[in-house]
């Protein structure tokens, strides 16, 4: 039940990801608001907050890490969600003690939900060139 919890979490970080990806005029109280009437859980819309900041935070770094990954790809040629997925699991593989197995497969669903056909095995082979050593090892 806690993954199922955390992964609602993870979908409504990633919708206001993208949100604010495509329209950066949305107010970040406006994205505290909607992620807090989307989960009504205090924990959960902590989790998701922490997502969503941490990631808008650290936007420059990650992307610089995505880019360098991401084999002939800008994120500008990038479909908007498939970035944005990237950018939500980078930020928990390197930010968070998530397990790199749990921050991919949870990258999987929200590509498979939100992304095209392709956006599964493009965010997968991203990430995973992505995943620390130390991380990586510890499994």
């Known amino acids: 039940m806690a993954g199922s919890r955390r992964h609602k979490a993870r979908e409504t970080a990633l ?13 970040i109280d406006a994205v505290r608001t909607m992620i807090q009437e989307s989960l009504h859980d205090e924990e959960l819309s902590r989790f998701a907050w922490s997502l969503f900041a941490g990631v808008m935070e650290l936007r420059a770094t990650l992307d610089q890490k995505i880019e360098g990954a991401a084999a002939n790809w800008s994120l500008s040629r990038m479909a908007p969600t498939d970035r944005n997925v990237i950018r939500l699991g980078l930020f928990e593989l390197l930010y968070t003690e998530t397990p790199h197995r749990v921050v991919i497969d949870e990258a999987l669903e929200l590509a498979k939900t939100f992304g095209g056909a392709n ?14 050593d130390e991380k990586r090892s510890g499994a």
């Open 15 to 27: 919708q206001m990801l993208y949100q604010r990806d495509l329209n950066a005029d949305v107010a």
């Open 119 to 132: 956006s599964p095995s493009f965010v997968n082979g991203v990430l995973d060139r992505l995943i620390p």
